[in-house]
Nanobody, 119 residues
């Protein structure tokens, strides 16, 4: 099992940047696929970016070229660097860790961190 703690959210002006951190406790962090999701009020939770255990990276279409995800397995940390933020980025950002074992997916979520973008 793994516990995830997000930090780095806050208020930023449109066009600004924020750096979100997801720190994991527990063992075998390097075996997990890690993703960042966001959920705006009244909307579903959407995938923003992810990095697999093997280092494969995915970005949602709306954040490509503006967001960068990276992981440091030695520090059990995944970073999401967000730049050129617009008001549509206002949401709670969640870190997710998951791995598959014999066909079963084990998924864990953090408590989320709020991002607000002023226009």
């Amino acid at each position: 099992q793994v516990q995830l703690i997000e930090s780095g959210g806050g208020l930023v002006q449109a066009g600004g940047s924020l750096r979100l951190s997801c720190v994991a406790s527990g063992s075998s962090f390097s075996s997990y696929d890690i993703g960042w999701y966001r959920q705006a009020p009244g909307r579903q939770r959407d995938s923003v970016a992810s990095v697999s255990a093997g280092g494969r990276i995915y970005y949602g279409d709306s954040v490509k070229d503006r967001f960068t995800i990276s992981r440091d397995n030695a520090e059990n940390t995944v970073i999401l660097h967000m730049s050129s933020l617009n008001p549509e980025a206002k949401a709670v950002y969640y870190c997710n860790a998951q791995y598959r074992f014999f066909g079963t997916v084990y998924a864990y979520w953090g408590q989320g961190t709020q991002v607000n973008v002023s226009s």
